[in-house]
């Protein structure tokens, strides 16, 4: 195949092309190799709409060649009720980075899903204690689905919360995840108890207001704060951020939109007190998890490494199959 024709992906394309475990061993070689100087910082440009809002992220990575990537993506959070539309739309632009040919176009909401729930795979994997049982996951939307399925690869929970303010909406997905995986999947109905009950806490939510406070977590919890893509949504008490261990995906951008922006803000903590990113972890440059009762904070704002190294994993698998549309916008 040359580089003559782009590929296309549909989002059942991606699906079947990219495995968990693949998207969470190409994000983890992204984060280590961001640690160890390999790539540019990545970018991000966010705007917003009337009820939601745009950003582009755009990152290099170098594999079996050197790859850039700029996603494209929509947030919506109404769009389910009043459009019958997904939250999350766009597409990933993967480009060859040694003369900027477009090799692929690809739907964003599985990239953005996968990639995502293989970084908090990657952070529980390193952060999480070894032994965790039980886990909380709140948000019951694809994304939730995803992080379950994903931390499921590096730790083996007995039983599963699932929490979502819309009570049938955690019905569904508990009984769905329950006949996927086999683990015990209920509705958390008391969301403190939950958390205090958790080995594991995912949130994964369009909040923009805490809701994890510092009284509700035990000693040992590893938390990943999933939902803060943006500046104005917020998913954890500063209080308990400022507290205890902080990792971020990437520093710079989670002091700009994630939750770690809130505590920063808030005058409770600042940029230093961050304990690592998580590709020095990764790396073993910063430790991991160096006590049983340490509670550790993951802040997962989303970098564009995970989307190029997602969408190269898509493109690569592809190619060797020879699979996906092809068109060719020099025609």
């Known amino acids: 195949m040359t580089n003559t024709e782009t590929l296309i992906f549909s989002r059942s394309d991606v699906e079947r092309l990219l495995t968990l475990e693949e998207c969470i061993a190409a994000v983890e070689d992204a984060f280590a190799q961001h640690a160890q100087g390999k790539t540019a910082p990545p970018g991000m440009l966010g705007m917003h709409a009337s009820d939601g809002g745009f950003h ?62 293989a970084a908090t795979a990657v952070a529980a994997k390193y952060l999480s204690r070894k032994d965790s049982a039980v886990a909380l996951v709140c948000g019951c939307g694809t994304q939730g689905a995803m992080q379950v399925r994903a931390l499921c690869r590096v730790r083996q929970p007995r039983k599963i919360y699932a929490y979502d303010q819309d009570a049938k909406k955690a019905a569904a997905f508990a009984k769905t995840l329950f006949s996927e995986l086999g683990i015990a999947v209920t509705t958390a109905r008391d969301l403190g108890a939950a958390v205090a009950a958790s080995d594991i806490v995912i949130t994964c939510t369009t909040s923009k207001r805490f809701f994890i406070t510092h009284d509700m977590v035990r000693a040992g919890t590893f938390i990943a704060a999933v939902g803060a893509d943006n500046p104005e949504k917020q998913e954890i008490d500063p209080q308990l951020l400022a507290k205890h261990t902080v990792v971020a995906d990437i520093i710079e951008q989670c002091c700009a939109i994630g939750d770690l922006h809130h505590a920063i803000d808030g005058e409770v903590m600042s940029r230093a007190d961050v304990h690592a990113e998580l590709g020095q972890v990764v790396a073993g440059i910063k430790p991991a998890r160096t006590r049983n009762d340490q509670i550790i904070v993951f802040d997962s704002s989303g970098t564009a490494l995970q989307d190029v190294a997602a969408a190269a994993a898509v493109y690569r698998r592809a190619a060797g199959q020879r699979q996906g549309v092809q068109f060719a916008f020099n025609s």
Not at 69 to 80: D, E, I, L, R
């Open 56 to 117: 582009i992220k755009a990152a290099l990575l170098t594999l079996d060649r050197p790859y850039f990537a700029a996603k494209t993506n929509s947030n919506f959070a109404q769009n389910g009720a009043r459009h019958g539309l997904p939250t999350i739309q766009g597409v990933v632009v993967l480009c060859d980075a040694t003369n900027g040919f477009p090799l692929a176009v690809m739907d964003s909401i599985s990239i953005t899903a996968l990639r995502t729930a």
